[in-house]
């Protein structure tokens, strides 16, 4: 379940989720940490838009974790109500993540963030999901926390642009608007 500001239900969400648990270390992945944004530094970002009067906008990547690319050779059995007819004893070759998998939220990462840096952004020192590029005049910070992100700009037209080259990755984006709730933290932005 997705909740809005007031903590109402706002959508429901149902996923095919791996059994993670019976991956084995070393076999079926090496890595499974991934950085999230330092909820300071999302507080920052907010304090920046406020302090310039920038533009601000929320986006989530829809299933995310099934948008990055495996490295591992993963099999998993066919999901039960799903089997194919004829064929229930063939098990299914995973060339993306799936929700369950302990390297899902890795390659998620690793993935958003090539095509962030092949979009022109640098991640900041302090945190390596936040993104920031300027060019000229322009400016544009990208916060990240798993699927969503905050997109702040210093202009109409950079946001503009910056939505552009977002829909142009291959992922499934959705426009949220100014954001009202992230993290826990009520946004009021005049």
């Known amino acids: 379940m997705k909740y809005d500001e007031k903590g109402d239900i706002s959508r429901y969400k149902a996923r095919l989720v ?6 084995q270390p070393g ?19 907010l304090m920046l838009v406020a302090v310039h009067d920038l533009k601000l906008k929320q986006i989530d990547v829809k299933s995310a974790y099934l948008n990055g690319i495996l490295d591992e050779e993963i099999y ?20 993306k993540g799936l929700y369950g998998l302990k390297q899902a939220r890795c390659i998620w ?13 640098s991640h900041t ?18 916060a990240t926390h798993v699927d969503d992100s905050l997109l702040a700009t210093n202009s109409p037209e950079e946001m503009s642009w910056l939505k ?7 992922f ?3 426009e949220l608007g100014e ?10 932005h005049d």
């Open 18 to 23: 791996a059994q993670g648990f019976s991956q």
């Open 27 to 45: 076999i079926d992945y090496n890595e499974t940490l991934a950085p999230v944004a330092q909820f300071e530094l999302f507080r920052t970002v």
């Open 76 to 95: 998993m059995k066919q999901p039960l109500g799903f089997e194919t007819t004829g064929a229930e004893h063939l098990v299914l070759r995973l060339r």
């Open 109 to 121: 990462n690793k993935t958003f963030n090539a095509s962030l840096i092949g979009l022109g952004f």
């Open 125 to 142: 020192y302090a945190d390596p999901c936040v993104y920031y590029r300027r060019i000229d005049n322009n400016f544009s910070i990208i």
């Open 164 to 170: 552009q080259q977002l829909h142009s990755l291959p």
């Open 172 to 174: 499934e984006f959705s």
């Open 179 to 188: 954001p009202k709730v992230l993290l826990g933290i009520v946004i009021s």
